[in-house]
Every structure is written in structure tokens, then in C-alpha cells.
């Protein structure tokens, strides 16, 4: 079965309107970011949508395409990159968004929220990045 341009398009717009609320958000100053809670956890879920779509675009990729598969989340963006759909370099820093998501939804440690507030604001091109790279694919 071919590549569902619709569907990867329906997750591309998840992603562009979360990313959108997300710009919004990061107007904001680091101290205004973590002094109110709301800001905060706004912040994770969106990046967590984020990070869901994307996932979810890689594994119908790496599924149509037939493209050998690993068993976790993290390695859809490396084998991207090992066939092309993305550059290896970007497919290697990309891939441990999947970590932090899970960090953040599953609680499974302490996660420094400074850290995560710069980390976000650091990697938040590459989402845009990677929203371009996926569009050269379906069209």
C-alpha cells in the first residue's frame, strides 16, 4: 500500500496547529513558564502532541514503505534517516524527543523542569524541520 498523503497531512496539521498554540506559549518567559503551572503543563502536552504525530507519521512510513523496523518508538526517526526520508544527522538528534515525551506522560523520573523549558525552546525548529521534510515525501 502506498503512502497516505492524507493522513500524514492530517498529523502535519496536528502538529502546526499544536506548534502554533506552542509559539504562543513560548512568548513567554522562562521564569513565566514555570512560576504558573498552566503555562507549564500546556507546554508538555503540546510537545507531547507534537511528538505523538510525528511518531505516528514515521511508523506509517517505515510500515508502507516496508522498511525494516526496530521495536521501540525512538529508533522510527533513525531508520528514517537510514533510508533517506531524513538526513542521518537530523534523524539522530530528533530521536530523543521520544525519550523526553515518555518522561513526561509516563513520570518515570523527575524531570527538571528548567531543563525541559530549554530544551523545548532549543529543538523547536526542528520540529518545523522535520514537517518540511515529511511534505517533500507526499508531494
Do not use: C, W
Amino acid at each position: 500500500m502506498p503512502i497516505d498523503a492524507i493522513l500524514i497531512l492530517r498529523k502535519l496539521k496536528n502538529m502546526e496547529e499544536a506548534m502554533e498554540e506552542l509559539t504562543e506559549l513560548l512568548k513567554n518567559s522562562d521564569q513565566a513558564m514555570l512560576q504558573d503551572f498552566r503555562n507549564y503543563h500546556t507546554a508538555e502536552r503540546l510537545f507531547q502532541l507534537i511528538v505523538d504525530s510525528m511518531v505516528d507519521i514515521n511508523v506509517h512510513i517505515i510500515r508502507e514503505m516496508k522498511y525494516k523496523a526496530d521495536e521501540d518508538l525512538q529508533s522510527t526517526f533513525k531508520i528514517l534517516g537510514e533510508n533517506g526520508v531524513l538526513s542521518k544527522d537530523f534523524a539522530l538528534k530528533l530521536a530523543p524527543v521520544v525519550g523526553l515525551r515518555n518522561r513526561i506522560v509516563h513520570r518515570y523520573d523527575s524531570l527538571s523542569r528548567p531543563l525541559f523549558i530549554k530544551v523545548l525552546r532549543q529543538g523547536f525548529l526542528d520540529f518545523k524541520k522535520y514537517a518540511l521534510a515529511i511534505e517533500k515525501i507526499i508531494h
